[in-house]
Structure formats: C-alpha cells, structure tokens
C-alpha cells in the first residue's frame, strides 16, 4: 500500500491564482480530509468527507473547496490564493466516522506560498 | 471548546535518558486519544491510539497513558535515541466525533548523542 499521497510536494503562487492540491488513499478508507500547519498554531481541519458525495467543513474552511467523488481522491482546490493560504496542508484518512478505534493517517504534505 | 495544550514546547535530553512527554486537554469527553511524531518537513506519523476505555497503550519503547478524568495524557519514551529526535503531538477528537481532530502544538525533543 502506498498509503496516502499528496501531490505537489512544494507550490509557489501568486494571489489570486488558483489551483489543486492532490491526496489519494489505497486504504479504502471512507473517512479523509483536510488540514493546514501553521507555525505557533498547530494543524487546524479544513474540510473533510465522511464518504464518496459527502463532504463538511472543518475549523477554517474559507478559501477551500472540496469534492468527493471517488473513494481513494479528495482533492483540496483554492480558489483566489491569498498570502494568508501560506501553509503547510496535509491530507489524512480513516476507516470511518464511526468506528472508536479510529486511527488516522496522514499524507507528506504540500507546502505552499502565495506571494 | 475544547483545547489541546503540550507542555514543554521544546526538550532537549542525552542519549539514554527515559523522558515524558505532557500533553492535556480541556474537554473529557473524548472518544480516543493519538500521539503522532513528525520528523522535520514531513508529514504524521501516527505513534499511538488510546481509546477512552483503556489507561495505556505500549509501543516498544514508547508507552503511552491517559487520564480522561484529569484531561491528561503522557507519552513515555525509554532510553531516549538520537533517531527519536522529533516533534511529538497530540490530537483528541472534538465534535462528538470520532476523527474530526484538535492538535497540540507539539513537543520539539532533541536526544543529543
């Protein structure tokens, strides 16, 4: 298993670009979702999906939009980048929302700039 | 709402040395707890999961224990290793679910040889 992986490893943007962070699990996993690391805050949930066509907001979700149309892919779009979306975002995965031993597992993450 | 808090910020011990590390907790209401390492520029990896039901959970040289009724949680590290160089972080699920996650800011430990 490759686990989850996320593509770019690194991004540079300039404000008001957009674009789309990659993550996909070969876990079968129905639950994934989003998060950005900030120096000083810890790691803060964007968005996230309970399965295949659900999808809910996390902590922070302004700026980001997510979909989910398969099981493995939950793609992270920015839509109007913005120099406070300077972060480091991670993706992570779980067999489900309802099962108590639910241990999470995360992707490299993606670190992005906006100048 | 519940805040995740880990005490030090930042650790230095020479090889060999058993250390704790602190991590509390606001909220005791809490399904499960997970301690996680992550090596500089990497991503997460998950180190332990306790459920709310059990006191600890061992993991080689790691043990790690929790205390629902006094919102803490304390992960043991034995005979410290340079390789164990790391931040360390805890997350507690928040929400009333079970993967929904609050992180500490983390535990910045430096084993010196």
């Known amino acids: 298993n490759a686990g989850v992986t996320q593509t770019p490893k690194f991004q540079v943007l300039k404000t008001g670009q957009s674009m789309t962070l990659q993550c996909a699990q070969d876990?079968?996993?129905?639950?994934m979702s989003w998060y950005r690391q900030d120096p000083g805050m810890g790691l803060r949930l964007i968005h996230y999906?309970?399965?295949?066509?659900?999808?809910d907001q996390g902590e922070v979700p302004n700026g980001y939009n997510v979909s989910r149309s398969t099981t493995e892919d939950f793609p992270l779009r920015l839509l109007s980048a913005a120099p406070s979306q300077t972060s480091v975002y991670f993706c992570?995965?779980?067999?489900?929302?309802?099962?108590?031993?639910?241990?999470?597992?995360f992707g490299p993450g993606t670190r992005l700039t906006v100048l | 709402k519940q805040e995740v808090t880990q005490i030090p910020a930042a650790l230095s011990v020479p090889e060999g040395e058993n250390l704790v590390l602190n991590c509390s907790f606001t909220?005791?209401?809490?399904?499960?707890l997970q301690w996680f390492r992550q090596d500089p520029g990497k991503g997460l990896t998950s180190l332990l999961l306790?459920?709310?039901?059990?006191r600890e959970q061992t993991s080689g040289r790691l043990n790690a224990s929790l205390d629902k009724s006094s919102g803490r949680s304390t992960l043991y590290i034995a005979a410290s290793q340079p390789g164990d160089s790391a931040t360390y972080l805890c997350?507690?699920?928040?929400?009333?679910?079970?993967?929904?996650?609050?992180f500490g800011t983390g535990t910045l430990l430096a084993v010196q040889p």
């Open positions: 992570a995965s779980s067999y489900s929302s309802i099962r108590l031993y639910n241990e999470q597992f």
């Open positions: 876990m079968n996993h129905e639950y």
């Open positions: 999906s309970v399965g295949a066509g659900i999808t």
């Open positions: 909220d005791s209401a809490i399904y499960n």
């Open positions: 306790i459920q709310s039901s059990q």
């Open positions: 997350a507690v699920p928040y929400g009333g679910a079970t993967n929904k996650l609050i």
